[in-house]
């Protein structure tokens, strides 16, 4: 029996998947460390793009593009940077998640993997990876018992508590799974295949506002269900317009000083949320101008103290605070051009996918970039915790691009 090369592919994603969702640590072995997880998939992204590439590289102008944009400013950091090659490597593994998209793409477009599918095992291990780290931060809370440190250290400080529980990071696929899981509930067609999406949705929103204790994030995923139930009432371009520019004053309201006040008055937790908003406005006056003086390659890859600063004032911030920037600062233009392009293409495509009467794909393209859009506010989709989502987002969105233009062609 011949097996194609897209099942190859198909079947090193889905491992990914899976260990990237960090459910096979509590297994210890070699990968239960987080080093080792991303350096496997370094090397599979590399074994995946090699497969998909030959012996011919499918003309995608997109993914193309990205693939090389991503290529060079890899180069340019290993060039310009002035820290050890084992550092640089290190440092630079979130960017080599992108070698991942042009496979996934081939093995979609080639109908290896249905769409709905490959969607469908995202949201198992992310709701398997929900049920261990709130398992976890119960635990630790009630009986005083750590488990699993290689989960709950994930990007994150020691004890490092809200509201009086253990803050885990949330999965990986967390900044895209809102909009995944509705589109999966459109899709089933029997009532009772709905509940596990519905059970999915909710616990992806109860961990964001009680385990992760992130109020941008839930504020988030919140406004993309808005606009959920703006698509499926049929809304027009006006109130398209008018809950676009709401969810802007939503952000811009969350990330001020005003709504830290705001949240003190529902919490006895004062501390917790206080300052947070004047760090991350600290942390662009901080950092903004070191790019500004090298914005072609940016400050180059940062570690350790370089990261935080604490100014006169003892306010401390921190780079990751400032969203997007956290990668653009390091590694200059060519990541700005990268994010730029992703969310051109992501709303273009939903536009697409509206003309062409695609409903379901109009509301998955567009959920996911605006998702991803964001998030990138506070948090930049480089940062490792988000980073193994990255290539579904650009596979998906061409995916999608590709199947409605299919479509329009036709017409």
């Known amino acids: ?118 969607l469908n095992t995202i949201c198992g291990v992310t709701f398997l990876s ?55 509930i459109e899709r089933q067609v029997v009532a009772r295949r709905k509940v596990k999406y519905y059970l999915l949705i909710a616990s992806a929103l109860a961990y964001s506002a009680v385990i992760h204790g992130s109020r941008s994030v839930l504020v988030y995923q919140i406004i993309v269900l808005g606009c959920y139930i703006l698509f499926k009432k049929g809304s027009s371009k006006r109130k398209i317009a008018m809950w676009v520019l709401a969810g802007l004053l939503v952000v811009i309201f969350i990330n001020s000083t005003m709504f830290s006040t705001f949240v003190e008055t529902f919490t006895n937790s004062t501390g917790e949320y206080a ?35 604490i100014l006169p004032g003892g306010v401390r911030g921190h780079l990751s605070d400032i969203g997007f920037f956290y990668t653009i600062t390091q590694y200059g233009v060519g990541i700005l051009i990268f994010d730029i392009l992703f969310i051109i293409k992501g709303f273009k495509t939903a536009l697409l996918a509206s003309k062409v009467g695609m409903t379901g794909y109009q509301y998955l393209a567009f959920g996911i970039t605006l998702n991803v859009l964001l998030t990138g506010i506070n948090i930049d989709w480089f940062y490792p915790i988000f980073t193994p989502a990255i290539p579904v987002c650009l596979a998906v969105i061409e995916y999608i691009y590709q199947e409605c233009r299919s479509v329009a062609n036709i017409e």
Do not use: H
Request: net charge positive; charged share 15%.
């Open 130 to 184: 929900y049920i261990l780290r709130t398992s976890i931060s119960l635990i630790q809370k009630f009986s005083g018992v750590l488990l699993y440190e290689n989960i709950y250290r994930e990007c994150a400080p020691e004890n490092w508590y809200r509201g009086g529980f253990l803050r885990i990071n949330p999965p990986c696929f967390t900044i895209i799974i809102i909009p995944i899981a509705l589109y999966m």
């Open 275 to 309: 300052g947070s908003a004047e760090s991350r406005f600290a942390s662009v006056w901080f950092f903004i101008p070191k790019f500004l003086q090298s914005p072609l390659f940016g400050t180059g890859i940062l570690t350790g103290e370089e990261f935080t600063f």
């Open 1 to 118: 029996m011949q097996i194609s090369k897209w099942k190859i592919i198909q079947f090193l994603m889905v491992f990914l998947m899976i260990i990237s969702s960090s459910i096979l640590k509590p297994l210890g072995g070699w990968l239960g460390e987080t080093m080792n997880v991303r350096l496997v998939t370094v090397i599979l992204a590399i074994v995946c793009l090699l497969i998909a590439s030959l012996p011919a590289f499918r003309k995608n102008r997109y993914l193309n593009f990205c693939t090389l944009l991503i290529c060079v400013v890899i180069i340019a950091a290993y060039i310009y940077s002035d820290k050890t090659i084992w550092v640089k490597s290190r440092e630079s593994m979130s960017l080599y998640y992108v070698l991942l998209a042009y496979p996934l793409f081939c093995t979609l477009i080639n109908q290896a993997w249905n769409l709905d599918s490959m």
